[in-house]
């Protein structure tokens, strides 16, 4: 079969070449049940013949309020077979948001994951004259997903053969500020991203368990297209609570994640073996170092490879088993992830590969793979992109890093209805600005360094580029997020989340009550320490001389983080101005 241009036939193709194969799990009480790629390809076609009953034409969009499941793909593969635009929401969102959402995009239906979501949606529909359907995924829903099947059953019509340049999605940007964004990809930029995917990392008959949220251009492009293009199976995670115990039962070998799981692994082991004796301690450690070394293609000794051995067996081993056994290799992206993790799970025995890309870029624009790796990098460009850095101010120094700028066909179309926006970000010659300050070596590796949007300057003149210092400090095991600010001040100062449960352990252990004065002095010296040896690596006018305690995680539900975990960095200032304005007295 010729090489897909649109979803329509990436699709179609696959199911020729995988039909029997497992595609996607679902947890039951009895376990887990498997439809395979020819059964999923038969309910697109009822459910894309279901929604030409609905009336619903080319160009027009579908949109769904879910979390990942089975109805989610299916909903997605049948809306490009109608030739119209698919539009995810997520279930966390506020239903202002959804009401925003499906106004700007003009959605002519909505799929509604539960009662309480179709209840809402209904109570808005009579303000949306272009939204003629709300679907139920449940049962007894008032225009239910079984039901819509079930029209195109007994009406089956012929998919629709979208051109490459017809836009297949609208993902709305959740931004850190203002409205939300629709970001308009085409066919020919989730393709070209997939097809380029294919090219780097030929991976076939692997399994994974299915979490990152496919409203999210990372968990729909990269993990479930790139994955359905390759013949893969996917187990649909069901809570993110349930994810360990998930793993274990899936035994999955290939792993989506984005840095915040790796973090919580490299943190829990850290908390384990600090409770060892000393001697485990060093063991481990040495472990790990020759571990490192193998990594960097040093020579090991004998005694080495037996203490690696050893370590592998004790430790390592049954990390591996939390994932299930079989888990050889990773792939994290969203976020930048620290060189410490990324070599700590690879020392593991579990290989990862870090990447780089915005929903803007469909989303991949350069990552690590088998035959280009190098640790601490997001990796060298996919096939068909090209990355140029426009260099900008950052501090004073005469440093390499810049604006970067990706070309190619991933690049996106345009903000949907945001004719400036869109002017703003998309170069007469067709790069696109990220935002993102980086940097490429002569062997041309991709270094993030931040965003230019969050870069600020103190009174001495000097910048500084939050994330990467608060990624930094996230990697102590007692803190659970970190916000750094100084914005036209003297110096830094930060907010920190304390990690309750290590905490509560460490007061434990400590013979420490929390609530009382001794207890909370002897917190903010335990967090005092960890400030200062999770930032020994920074530059003076970067640290924090002083911090506070915020009085609670940041989170989507309160408003301080996106629907993707990113800071809101004026909602966070808004909100703790007053402490913060106390850190300067």
């Not at 009174?459 to 996230?474: A, D, H, Q, R, T």
């Amino acid at each position: 079969m010729d090489i897909p241009e649109n979803l329509v036939s990436l699709l179609e193709r696959a199911v020729a070449n995988f039909g029997a194969r497992p595609l996607f799990g679902t947890k039951n009480e009895g376990g887990w049940e498997w439809i395979r790629y020819d059964q999923f390809g038969q309910r697109v076609a009822e459910f894309s013949s279901g929604l030409a009953e609905l009336g619903v034409q080319p160009g027009q969009a579908v949109a769904i309020v879910s979390d990942n499941r089975l109805e989610w793909a299916v909903a997605a593969y049948a809306t490009y077979a109608r030739g119209a635009r698919y539009v995810p929401m997520y279930a966390s969102q506020k239903p202002e948001e959804w009401r925003f959402i499906l106004q700007d995009s003009e959605a002519s239906a909505v799929i509604a994951e539960t009662g309480r979501i179709e209840g809402l949606l209904r109570d808005v529909a009579d303000e949306l004259p272009k939204l003629r359907s709300v679907i139920g995924v449940h049962d007894d829903s008032g225009l239910s997903f079984a039901a819509v099947c079930e029209r195109g059953r007994e009406n089956p019509s012929e998919p629709l053969r979208p051109d490459p340049d017809d836009i297949a999605g609208l993902i709305y940007t959740s931004g850190t500020t203002g409205q939300p964004k629709g970001v308009m990809l085409s066919h020919r930029n989730i393709c070209s991203n997939v097809l380029a995917l294919a090219e780097i990392f030929p991976i076939r008959d692997e399994t994974a368990l299915s979490f990152l949220p496919w409203a999210h251009s990372f968990g729909q492009n990269a993990e479930m297209h790139n994955l359905i293009n390759s013949g893969c199976a996917m187990a649909i995670n069901d809570d993110l609570g349930n994810l360990l115990p998930n793993l274990a039962e899936v035994k999955p070998t290939l792993l989506f994640a984005v840095p915040r799981i790796f973090n919580r692994i490299y943190d829990g082991i850290g908390k384990q073996i600090a409770e060892r004796p000393a001697a485990i301690q060093r063991l481990f450690e040495r472990g790990l170092a020759t571990a490192r070394g193998q990594q960097a293609t040093q020579s090991v000794g004998l005694l080495d490879r037996a203490v690696l051995w050893l370590v592998d067996r004790m430790i390592f081993s049954k990390v591996r088993d939390r994932f299930g056994g079989r888990l050889r290799y990773a792939v994290s992206g969203s976020a930048a992830l620290s060189r410490d993790v990324a070599e700590f799970i690879s020392a593991l025995g579990i290989r990862v590969y870090e990447g780089y890309g915005l929903t803007e870029t469909s989303p991949v624009v350069t990552t690590n793979h088998p035959d280009a790796h190098r640790m601490g990098s997001v990796g060298i460009t996919i096939p068909g992109v090209r990355v140029a850095i426009d260099p900008v101010q950052v501090g004073d120094e005469d440093a390499q890093d810049g604006e970067v700028v990706v070309y190619g066909p991933n690049v996106m179309c345009g903000y949907h209805k945001r004719p400036h926006e869109t002017d703003e970000v998309l170069m007469a010659d067709g790069g696109f600005r990220t935002g993102d300050l980086g940097r490429v070596d002569e062997d041309g590796f991709l270094y993030i360094t931040g965003r230019i949007k969050e870069q600020y300057k103190l009174e001495n003149g000097k910048y500084v580029v939050p994330s990467p210092i608060e990624e930094k400090l996230k990697l102590s095991p007692y803190i659970a997020n970190a916000f750094l600010y100084g914005d036209n001040r003297p110096f830094n100062v930060t907010l920190l989340v304390p990690d309750a449960d290590a905490v509560q352990g460490w007061a434990e252990q400590q013979s420490l009550d929390l609530a009382s004065q001794k207890g909370r002095e002897a917190l903010l010296e335990l967090l005092a320490a960890e400030l200062s040896k999770y930032s020994v690596d920074f530059k003076g006018y970067e640290k924090a001389k002083r911090f506070a305690l915020a009085n609670e995680d940041f989170s989507a539900e309160n408003g301080l983080l996106t629907p993707t975990l990113k800071l809101r960095r004026d909602k966070v200032l808004a909100r703790y101005a007053d402490v913060i304005s106390e850190l300067y007295r």
